[in-house]
């Protein structure tokens, strides 16, 4: 079974330019997470879609980040302009939506993206 | 609000020791626990989960996690540690009672096996 896919894996620009994140989930996972994890420490939820539509965004510093899934399926995240503090990995998951039977609804990551922001 | 706590950042075990990973979590309603494991430049792979039923909850690689309510812990354990185990660890938690699938994770333990 193929898993989470990522890209790029590295990407340094420099503050106040802007970047994009693509992550494809793993076929039938209606649910999609962007994480962001700073070094050292734990990954934080920025945005989850259940399918095409946001679940929580509550996280999302929307004045520079957005995040789509137009056909329910890929993903892209872009930061616009970039902070210095924005340097973190980004994390994709995916996961069954809850209720579904035998799922167990935990999520699987992708290998991440590593921001340098200079 | 949901919360988890990890208080050791780093952990230290001879290979063929036991290792133990403490996680405690704060949640308002009933908890679903997860465990994942971390190796450098790589996602974070999934371990083991708490979701109900017996509080010991066996996993991949011969990991394993008590569940204690009355503590609210969920500390990961495995009976003799490889040093391939050195890795970050981050245990997280959801409340079953929130909307979606929102977990929140602790800020992670390093695990060093030494040979």
Redesign the interface.
């Known amino acids: 079974e193929a898993g989470?896919a990522q890209s790029p894996r590295y990407k340094i620009i420099e503050k106040r330019q802007s970047v994009a994140f693509w992550c494809n989930p793993i076929s039938g996972h209606a649910?999609l997470y962007w994480y962001q994890q700073i070094l050292?420490?734990?990954?934080?939820?920025l945005i989850?879609f259940?399918n095409n539509g946001v679940?929580?965004d509550s996280q999302l510093p929307k004045d520079r980040f957005s995040a789509e899934r137009l056909k329910g399926v890929d993903s892209t995240l872009k930061i616009q302009p970039a902070k210095l503090e924005d340097s973190a990995v980004y994390?994709c998951?995916s996961?069954f939506?809850?209720g579904v039977a035998g799922a167990?609804?935990?999520?699987?990551?992708?290998?991440?993206t590593?921001l340098t922001v200079l | 609000a949901q919360s988890v706590a990890q208080p050791e950042d780093q952990v230290n075990v001879a290979e063929g020791n036991p290792l133990t990973v403490k996680c405690t979590y704060s949640v308002s309603g009933n908890p679903y626990l997860f465990w994942y494991v971390q190796y450098p430049n790589r996602g974070l792979q999934f371990l083991l989960k708490y979701i109900t039923g017996d509080n010991l909850v066996k996993g991949s690689y011969g990991f394993e996690a008590e569940f204690n309510k009355s503590q609210t812990s969920f500390h990961l354990k495995k009976p003799s540690a490889l040093v391939s185990d050195s890795a970050l660890y981050f245990c997280a938690v959801r409340d079953i009672g929130a909307a979606g699938n929102k977990l929140t994770f602790g800020g992670g333990t390093r695990v060093l096996v030494k040979p």
């Open positions: 989470v649910t050292g420490q734990g990954p934080k939820l989850q259940q679940v929580d994390l998951a996961s939506p809850r167990g609804n935990e999520q699987f990551f992708g290998p991440g590593r």
